[in-house]
């Protein structure tokens, strides 16, 4: 049934790789998949910037749950409807930042299944034999250690990856706990201001250390998608979450 598509998507690549390959040369084919990531994340801009003001739009209705809590007590199904159609009455959807990642979930799964397949279209998949300084981009870590260990050829590939990944990672993780500590979502008493945030926003700066294990599972056409978006996401929201986080001055006033 996407059989079409994924033969589609082969021969646009191999066509962008084609126009890049005078620049880029035996790289071509890795440039052409990190623009085709910059296409998408382009594409779904407008709805990071959507869930930044939804965002900005929940803190400030921060004080309205509070006040919500207070009347509804211990009873927690209340006060989640109550939070619920407060939500409603302002337009304000909690789900709106899950919306730019739920999106891009086509583009990575388009990636992995066209660099894992030996064939597309009744053909033989050519994709699989184009490379990034020797690694094959339809390889795996594994097979880079197989093929000269960590710090072969294609072991130094992913080294490159690991380390960009885990730069990301750190300075997403310094940038939501600065975040987090700027608007807290527990209240004064002990009691979430919204239902299950506090739990869940103690392991949300660690999910970017996530990428550290997607990078050396999926083949590294689909890892490079993931670094490539990874990216733009912590410079994207750097830019559009800069009003959530407070001045040094007052990080140090605070400690």
């Known amino acids: ?62 004080p309205q749950i509070a006040a919500l809590r207070e009347k509804h007590g211990k009873d927690s199904k209340a006060l989640q409807k109550a939070v619920m159609e407060l939500h409603a009455a302002e337009k304000v959807s909690p789900m709106s930042g899950c919306l730019p990642g739920l999106l891009q979930m086509p583009a990575f799964f388009l990636l992995y299944h066209l660099f894992s397949s030996t064939d597309i279209g009744g053909r033989a998949n050519g994709l699989l034999d184009h490379t990034l300084f020797q690694a094959p981009l339809g390889g795996h870590w594994a097979d880079a250690l197989a093929h000269g260990g960590f710090f072969g050829a294609r072991g130094l590939v992913y080294v490159a990856l690991f380390a960009v990944v885990g730069a990301v990672a750190t300075f997403n993780y310094r940038r939501m706990k600065r975040q987090m500590a700027a608007s807290p979502v527990v209240a004064p008493g002990g009691q979430d201001a919204v239902p299950g945030m506090a739990a869940m926003n103690k392991f949300m700066p660690l999910l970017s250390f996530a990428t550290l294990f997607t990078v050396a599972v999926v083949p590294l056409a689909a890892a490079l998608y993931v670094v490539t978006s990874t990216t733009w996401t912590a410079v994207e929201r750097a830019f559009l979450y800069q009003h959530m986080l407070p001045a040094p001055a007052a990080l140090t006033t605070a400690a």
């Open 1 to 62: 049934m996407f059989t079409p598509l994924f033969s589609a998507f082969a021969n646009l690549t191999e066509h962008l790789a084609g126009l890049l390959d005078p620049v880029f040369h035996g790289a071509s084919t890795a440039v052409a998949i990190m623009l085709f990531t910059a296409f998408v994340r382009l594409a779904v801009h407008p709805l990071s910037r959507q869930a930044a003001r939804g965002h900005k739009a929940q803190t400030r209705l921060k």
